[in-house]
């Protein structure tokens, strides 16, 4: 009798959260407002729910309760309408008002330790934040990327150590965030989501909750599989660019075009995906996270040789770059140490403003290491610290250009014209073939 009464409380109190979902009268809050967690709180925003964000940083806080934006996905014109606007977007650091909130969102990092192991501190002492100050009937959502387990091992007892049950009194689920930054054709909305948690009830919460502004809401069976698919998506990426950067390694050495031939191999209609070599890879997913499934692996006395293999080829490639632009320059009767060397792009990939993990900073790293005079230009990334120096971009002119024995593009931002880049250079070293289409001098234009 007490089990059927209680288990008709935990249907009213899923469908009453279901129905504030639904009528858009939920209170969302959003935790960690960086290049996920803004943009998603934003999104929810804008179809009618009141959103706080929580972020340790003061800054952060302050810059979006101004309606200033800092997130290069973020349109300034929206985030100024639903902060100052229509004030449904608002930010805070106080832990507090945690418990105002009836779905409760957690993009915050999870980097690695300098052993390659995986740094859990944020998600956890957020958890603990949550865990706190838990009430019945809230909905957490992880969306930070980390390996299978993660929410049902570390997360969910924390959680119920409050004396709440998931599934019951609260609803825990993993939901990986995919955005792609610097993406114009995918966003949040019509990126499709896959959500997974570890009990049946939760996971209808959670599909409620993201259906409300994704197009396409994909359910698996736990939280491990939705956490399983997102450090797979990006071993995928990891390993397919480590073969196509040590394709571009041979290539060089047999004196063949990697270009040609990997556009000559995509003309294929079936049964190939193009990936494109260049300096390594970066940003906050594709170098760290297959370690985190790496590590775990190891749990089950499993070597997942595929991601040791791409981290090791994609890490050599910064130094590969180095070498071909010292071939290029002794060519030329020149040596590293007294050439001055212009880095054109600092960003981890094409478009964005972020440098973590940038390969093109530890080629700049290698290149001052050896004694070259390096600058750089940037159009989204005004200053750079390298061995304790700031350096600032440089303007992108003819003069800068012919200044330099070797300009290097390392980032193929879409603002530059290259066209001006081949014209005004006098050697130029394209790792990302930004030049194509443009015809140089002789010699002068060497691809990786
Ligand atoms: N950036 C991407 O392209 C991307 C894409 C998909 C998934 N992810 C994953 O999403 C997660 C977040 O990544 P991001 O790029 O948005 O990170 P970020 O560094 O841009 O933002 C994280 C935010 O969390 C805040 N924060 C950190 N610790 C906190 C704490 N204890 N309390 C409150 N706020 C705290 C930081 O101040 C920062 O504003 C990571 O797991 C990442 O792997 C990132």
Known sequence: MSTCTNTGTVATQAAGLMGKIKDRSARVGVVGLGYVGLPFALEKAKVGFHVL???RSAARVASVNAGTNYIGDVRDEELHAAVLGESLLAATGDWDRLPGQDVIVICVPTPLTRNLTPDLQYIEAVTAEVARRLRPGQLICLESTTYPGTTQEVM?????ASGLKDGQDFYL?????????GNKRYSTRNTNKVVGACEPASREVALAFYRQTILEVVAVSSSQAAEMVKVFENTFRAVNIALVNELAMLCDRMGLDVWEVLDAAGTKPFGIMSFYPGPGVGGHC????????EWKAREFNF???????????NRRMPEFVLEKAMRMLSDHGLGLRCASVLVLGLAYKRDVDDARESPSAEVLHLLAQRGAAVSYHDPLIPRHREDGRELESVPLTARTLGEADLVLI???HSAVDYRFVVEHSRLLLDTRFATRGVTGR???VVLL
């Open 173 to 181: 689920a993993f939901s990986p965030e995919r955005v792609d930054p």
């Open 286 to 293: 594709i170098p760290l996270d297959p370690h985190y499934l």
């Open 156 to 160: 969910k007892p924390l959680l119920e």
């Open 303 to 313: 070597n997942t040789r595929f991601i040791a293999l791409a981290g090791e080829i």
């Open 53 to 55: 964000g929580f972020d």
């Open 410 to 412: 390392l980032t193929d």
């Open 442 to 444: 002789p010699g002068q």
